[in-house]
């Protein structure tokens, strides 16, 4: 792309500098280029003047000046070349490397944009990771729909991705999970017994009761009170999962792995893991317990790894987890939690760090919180049941688009807003409607254009297109590798979503100004190889988010 094209020969002028001893280098220095803030400035600029100068002992301005008198003045692409302020090297582009971006675009089709700055580079990505003792709620679909959308942008990018869901199905939790539905099952049937104090209280726990009595009766009222908790702990935690799964499918969202915890205590990893931490003299005994030295590692305190009472923590079974990732050969771990885990990111660094791999082998996203509303107003409540709205109510009543595009408009380092209300508005307001409306439209222009006999031949001339509006349409489709490429380095994909709905502004602003289909036969094909570009970079974008693009609506 133009980027790479400008960088290139950025270079190839300070190897001349260095070659001819008019710049004392000892090495090339990567060549940064961006866009200036304002328009006046050009297209692109470069500041390597200025990181040049402390040390070559040279004015910016003066090393800016040999940089570009020996740029390549045969480039097609530059109509001018300014140094500005200190030494900024600002690039004023022709429309030529415009069309080259709607013939590229034409070649490649939704491969357009994708790269190969991953070169295979395997990532883990693990998210969601919800507790199979109930249902999803919102903020595990924002998790769900950031991790699925980061590896999808990974992975048209280069990297080989596997996306993973950890199951806690170990520990206490699961204990008084299938107390709660021994006791509820007794109760529908009948009986008159207590519910644990200490139980979950909530509504799903009596669905997951009434599906077991639908299938089996009352089979299980004559079987000894442990007994029933120990098939039911089994039974319960499975039709849980497959809730979980489902939820995740509607979503669109499907794991290659599903880790189960319980693994890493039945195969004696838990154990294991701490006495290797012990041999590289980072696990310690003191009040009865075995504490892992995270002070070794810059934390303020160090962490239990076994409790007094013999029990391990859930810290020493992540270790052990994250020791498992690392044996399977990933190039990088990535983790997405919720915000309740800021307190955990530092110690499980340390942990990382004393297995022996640098602390950025683990990445951590942390995502705020959703705060759901309905037409301005805080939901906090289900209408069903009374308790929190579930994911799969959410799903239920706006669909799997909607979700998924909203909850990607904001950083997951920020707390993102949902209105119900708006994610079913079918107007301009709602921001998938109108990114998915502008796939319909040049849908049905295309339709419109066969019907009338409009020429789609390969000899396109795209230099009829130089009107603004077409200009600016053009030069959006052509920010998309850019846009893409920046998503899958900086792990954040809520790029996408502004990306889709400028590019969507872009094109209903050219379809008010431009006619498309008239009389001049070359114009309209020119415009109809616009419109199909664009139809390719839409699809393109909400295939990475995971948004279905319609053909009509």
Request: glycine share 6%; aromatic share 10%.
């Amino acid at each position: 792309m133009i980027k790479e094209k400008l960088s290139l020969l950025v270079r190839e002028a300070l190897e001349k500098a260095q070659q001819r001893a008019r710049l004392p280098l000892e090495e090339i220095p990567e060549v940064m280029l961006e866009h200036p803030r304002e328009k006046a400035h050009g297209d692109w600029a470069t500041n390597v003047a200025l990181i040049l100068a402390g040390k070559v002992k040279m004015p910016p301005r003066a090393i800016a000046q040999i940089i570009v008198e020996l740029l390549d003045d045969k480039q097609r692409y530059i109509e001018k070349i300014e140094i500005a302020g200190p030494g900024f090297i600002n690039f004023y582009l022709s429309n030529k490397w415009l069309y080259d971006v709607m013939a590229l675009i034409k070649e490649q089709g939704e491969k357009f944009g994708h790269s190969n700055i991953g070169a295979g580079q395997r990532i883990q990505l693990e998210f969601v990771s919800a507790n199979p003792v109930g249902p999803m709620h919102i903020g595990h679909g924002r998790w769900a729909a950031v991790g699925d959308t980061l590896a999808n942008a990974l992975s048209a990018n280069g990297y080989d991705v596997e996306k993973e869901f950890y199951i806690n199905d170990y520990g206490n939790q699961m204990n008084i999970f299938a107390k709660s539905v021994a006791v509820r099952y007794a109760q529908l049937l009948g009986q008159d017994i207590p519910f644990p104090e200490d139980g979950y209280q909530g509504e799903y726990i009596k669905d997951i009761a009434r599906e077991i009595i639908a299938e089996e009766n009352d089979k299980y009222l004559g079987v000894p009170e442990k007994e029933r908790e120990s098939i039911f702990k089994e039974r319960a935690y499975k039709q849980v999962l497959d809730h979980l799964k489902n939820t995740l499918y509607k979503m669109g969202v499907q794991f290659d792995t599903w880790f189960s915890e319980r693994t890493l205590h039945e195969s004696s990893a838990v154990n294991k893991t701490i006495e290797l931490l012990r041999e590289r003299g980072y696990v310690y005994e003191s009040e009865g317990a075995v504490w892992f030295k995270a002070t070794a590692f810059g934390e303020d305190k160090d962490r239990v790894l076994i409790r007094a009472n013999g029990e391990p923590t859930y810290f020493a079974a992540d270790i052990a987890y994250h020791k498992n990732k690392l044996d399977r050969g990933f190039d990088k771990l990535i983790n997405i939690w919720g915000a309740d885990h800021h307190g955990y990111v530092g110690r499980m660094k340390a942990a990382i760090q004393a297995l022996g791999y640098p602390a950025d082998k683990l990445e951590i996203i942390i995502g705020q919180l959703v705060n759901l509303l309905r037409g301005g107003e805080p939901v906090r409540m289900s209408k069903r049941t009374g308790e929190m709205v579930t994911l799969d109510e959410l799903l239920e009543e706006v669909g799997p688009d909607a979700i998924r595009f909203l909850f990607l408009m904001r950083s997951t380092d920020s707390p993102l807003d949902f209105d119900i209300e708006l994610a079913k508005q079918e107007s301009s307001e709602n921001p998938v409607y109108y990114v998915q409306y502008a796939h319909a439209r040049i849908s049905s222009i295309i339709r419109y254009a066969e019907a009338e006999g409009v020429s789609f031949s390969d000899n396109i001339n795209y230099e009829l297109l130089n009107s603004k509006p077409e200009l600016d349409l053009i030069r959006k489709l052509a920010e998309w590798p850019e846009v893409l490429e920046r998503v899958a380095r900086q792990r954040a994909p809520h790029p996408l979503t502004s990306y889709a709905q400028e590019l969507a502004s872009a094109f209903h602003y050219f379809y008010t100004k431009c006619r498309v289909i008239g009389e001049d036969k070359d114009l309209s094909a020119a415009r109809m190889a616009l419109c199909k570009a664009t139809k390719t970079v839409l699809r393109s974008v909400l295939a990475i988010i995971g948004v279905s693009a319609p053909e009509k609506m």
